[in-house]
């Protein structure tokens, strides 16, 4: 079964980090491009940011870009998101997806496979 499990979400000031991190037990996990996206209460989700199978290419949304890393080790199967000088407009469920596909997409209808979130909320 297809499945993507979220977690390392949590308060935190805003200025701090935290990095989130995606199990997957898609196989080969190597050979899914994984997203990260999020959703506020009242918006549509937003893409963050995307990494390749292999890890060599990423895009990010331009409101994270120079904050956030993403990266990935397809020996553990986990993808990872690290949340630096977090700002109070960063607060959202975050959510990371998956398809098989070869390129970077930044619209969330191209993603096959999605875990169920994590709250991520920052305070002023």
């Known amino acids: 079964q297809v499945q993507l499990v979220e977690s390392g979400g949590g308060l935190v000031q805003a200025g701090g980090s935290l990095r989130l991190s995606c199990a997957v037990s898609?196989?080969?996990?190597?050979?899914?491009?994984m997203g990260w996206f999020r959703q506020a209460p009242g918006k549509e989700r937003e893409f963050v940011t995307a990494?390749?199978?292999?890890?060599?290419?990423?895009i990010y949304a331009g409101s994270v870009e120079g904050r956030f890393t993403v990266s990935r080790d397809n020996a553990k199967n986990t993808v990872y998101l690290q949340m630096n000088s977090l700002k109070p407009e960063d607060t959202a469920v975050y959510y990371c997806?998956?398809?098989?596909?070869?390129?970077?997409?930044?619209?969330?209808?191209?993603?096959?496979?999605w875990g169920q979130g994590t709250q991520v909320t920052v305070s002023s």
């Open positions: 997806a998956g398809h098989q596909e070869f390129l970077l997409y930044r619209i969330p209808e191209r993603y096959t496979y």
């Open positions: 898609l196989r080969p996990s190597s050979r899914y491009v």
């Open positions: 990494i390749s199978w292999g890890g060599g290419s990423t």
